[in-house]
């Protein structure tokens, strides 16, 4: 996994609450056996005018101009602004791969559904909760700035603003100890191995039939 | 103190680890596995040189893109006539092979949608930690097992592991009491539950069901509530053990039997919150009040009762609320103050993890049958959640009862509920879904959605509207 420590992008808008992992990446997608490659279909129903295909050739696909992201002022973009409940629905984690393939490490909105919330920390991506009213002025200034960037700076956890003002939020410290570090977090969790199986052991005893049937 | 929840003692059954930094590692007792969200996590052992930490902990089933259509689904995994949707399947039979994990492949009986199968089999019990790549996951929790879905980085780690870390969650309790209407499901319960918190009502909880309404529900009802779960914003869903429960699981293949049995329900009869349990948040909502729930817009919490009419965006103050609907209304092609009963479905799709259950197909047969499918009509699908669902309706004779009136009768599989195989909307087409989600898109390109309960669904295919099936 990437590493997360600062942070300097520009923002881009994904304005409207509810926004399902569905949205961020259509099913048709999920079909892939790999995990890269999920950026050109970010967004796939929004950003295109026609039904996306796996394997197929974005670059010849009829863009929707009306789409936020495909404004030209939004191009390389790294910080989604986004709105309530960002994630909801289901709990591919496809949606934080195309997010993060298509250039986004970090999302800032009010409130997400847990499971993407989750999903995000285990792929390089931070997902930041700020105030709803924050987050308001944050869309407002973006809209009123071309060229809006943001830094946000994990240790600290501050976002910055372009006056200077910082904003910090709350994140889970096992979880930004592995960001911060880029860490395997199935390595760290073999570490408790000896737990894991005095645990397994006195469990067996107790419930005998969980184990051993299935085979 | 105050007494422990159900999801209080759950946890703490599973506990192997806590750490100062408030996470714990939880130990999991069932990871059930299919094929979309595997094959990273199965990359992922590969690369790194791991290998499963208990292979007998897994139970593994194609699903999402299996073919329903019988002649296409005959032929097994090689007939799968797109290449991408073969790959996933033949892919999973690999993994499971190459990982040494039992799996239910494409044509046997018990293959089916990988939350009907997990009960039915008994491969899911009660007091189990079961997880699964698929946010339905939560489906399991009616039996009294913390049960949840997780991404596919979770999906290796709990492969590796046996173990996820965890955050402990809060404590719903989501209240029914009083009966149910006739006519009135556990669906049409889930989404007036949804309607009142709204999709994310449930964020950050573990949510149980209580009150007589549940305890009356059959196991099918239960697992249609806590299913929906997820679609309220809670990862889990849960209800008590109780003697439904028991005689539910008696006698299922995976399931304890003869003294094990004694032993297993002796501990299983904890499985309750004691009374004097906390809850964060508790909703109460009378059965009698909850009348049959349709969907009218891009998320299930825009529902309302089948007698009420689409809602009218000028009139709302909250501004995200309205933009959402007034996006929701143009999406869905329907006009403010329209009745529900004047939206015409094109489609209709019975089926999905939701409801393709036993009771479900006997509910929708009960509507349709000596009946037939109004000509406006396109097409009214009917898949069983598995292969022994399949069989048990065709006992009773319920495949011909759809066949009659006009139905189609499938091979089991999440089919439409997502369209990842051959059936889905066309653009701008109204589907009466017995599925869990009418996001855009989700059921086909431009397709819309309308989640109702099997009984609902059916009689919209005979009317050729939503009707009250109270009155049917």
């Known amino acids: 996994m990437k590493s997360f420590t600062v942070l300097q992008g520009l923002a881009a808008p994904m304005d409207r609450a509810n926004v399902d992992t569905d949205l961020i990446i259509p099913k048709q997608f999920l079909k892939s056996i790999k995990r890269s490659g999920f950026g050109p279909n970010l967004f796939d129903e929004l950003r295109y005018l026609d039904e996306g295909q796996p394997g197929q050739d974005c670059g010849t696909r009829p863009l929707n101009r009306d789409f936020p992201l495909n404004y030209p002022r939004y191009q390389g973009a790294s910080i989604l602004l986004a709105r309530e409940n960002f994630g909801c629905g289901s709990s591919r984690e496809h949606a934080p791969w195309a997010l993060e393939d298509y250039g986004f490490r970090c999302i800032i909105a009010p409130s997400y559904a847990d499971i993407f919330y989750n999903n995000c920390f285990k792929n390089g991506v931070l997902p930041i909760v700020l105030d709803a009213q924050l987050v308001d002025t944050l869309f407002e200034a973006m809209y009123a700035s071309e060229g809006y960037q943001l830094t946000v700076d994990l240790e600290r956890q501050v976002v910055v603003t372009p006056d200077g003002k910082e904003h910090t939020f709350e994140v889970d410290a096992f979880r930004k100890h592995c960001l911060l570090n880029g860490l395997d977090d199935i390595g760290l969790t073999l570490e408790s191995a000896d737990a894991i199986r005095a645990y397994e052991s006195k469990w067996r005893q107790q419930s005998p039939w969980l184990f051993d049937v299935i085979k | ?472």
């Not at chain 2, 929708?364 to 048990?392: F, M, N, T």
């Not at chain 2, 509920?417 to 589907?431: F, I, R, S, T, V």
């Not at chain 2, 017995?434 to 005979?462: C, D, I, K």
Request: with cysteine; charged share 25%; glycine share 10%.
């Open chain 2, 1 to 472: 103190m105050g007494g422990k929840t159900l999801y209080d003692k759950l946890w703490q059954n599973h506990l192997v680890d806590e750490r100062d930094d408030g996470s714990a590692l939880i130990y999991i007792d069932r990871q059930l596995i299919h094929e979309v969200t595997s094959p990273q996590a199965f990359e992922g052992l590969r690369l790194a040189g791991r290998e499963p930490w208990r292979r007998d902990a897994n139970l593994a089933v194609p699903d999402h893109n299996v073919p329903t259509e019988v002649r296409e689904r005959r032929g097994g995994v090689a007939a799968i006539a797109d290449p991408v949707s073969r790959l996933q399947v033949q892919t999973l039979d690999d993994n499971c092979r190459d990982f040494d994990i039992v799996e239910i492949e494409i044509n046997d009986t018990r293959q089916g949608i990988v939350h009907v199968v997990g009960p039915e089999q008994g491969a899911t019990l009660p007091g189990m930690t079961v997880v699964c790549g698929d946010s339905h996951t939560s489906t399991h929790g009616a039996l009294g097992a913390l049960a949840h879905g997780i991404g596919t980085s979770e999906v290796e780690h709990a492969l590796a592991t046996q173990c996820l870390v965890q955050v402990k969650m809060k404590n719903m309790l989501v209240r029914i009491d009083g009966e149910l209407q006739k006519g009135v499901t556990a669906k049409d319960v889930a989404l007036a539950v949804i309607g009142e918190i709204g999709t994310a009502g449930g964020t950050g909880y573990a949510i149980e069901f209580g009150g007589e309404a549940v305890r009356n529900m059959s196991m099918e009802g239960r697992m249609t509530l806590c299913n929906m779960s997820i679609e309220a914003g809670a990862r889990m869903g849960m209800v008590a053990v109780d003697d439904t429960t028991l005689e539910y699981v008696k006698g299922r293949p995976y399931a304890p039997a003869g003294d094990m049995w004694e032993q297993a329900v002796a501990a299983w009869r904890d499985l309750h919150s004691d009374d004097d349990a906390v809850f964060d948040r508790e909703l109460e909502l009378r059965g009698e009040d909850i009348k049959p729930q349709v969907t009218w817009g891009t998320s299930p919490e825009m529902v309302l009762p089948v007698d009420g009419v689409v809602p009218d965006p000028a009139g709302m103050e909250n501004e995200s609320r309205r933009a959402a609907t007034e996006r929701a209304l143009e999406y869905m092609g329907l006009s403010a103050g329209m009745s529900i009963t004047d939206i015409r479905p094109d489609r209709v799709f019975i089926g999905s993890c939701t409801n393709s259950r036993i009771e479900d197909l006997r509910a929708a047969a009960e509507v349709v049958k000596g009946r037939h499918v109004a000509d406006s009509i396109k097409q009214a699908l009917v898949v069983p959640g598995s292969g022994e669902v399949k069989q048990q309706a065709e006992v009773e004779g319920l495949d011909k009862v759809f066949i009659d009136a006009g139905m189609e009768w499938r091979e089991p599989g999440c089919s439409m509920c997502l369209a990842m195989n051959a059936d889905k909307l066309g653009p701008g087409e109204h589907c009466a879904s017995t599925s869990n989600r009418n996001f855009e898109g989700r059921q086909g390109f431009g397709g819309r959605t309308h989640l109702v309960s099997p009984a609902m669904a059916a009689a919209a295919a005979v009317a050729g509207h939503f009707v009250d099936v109270r009155d049917w």
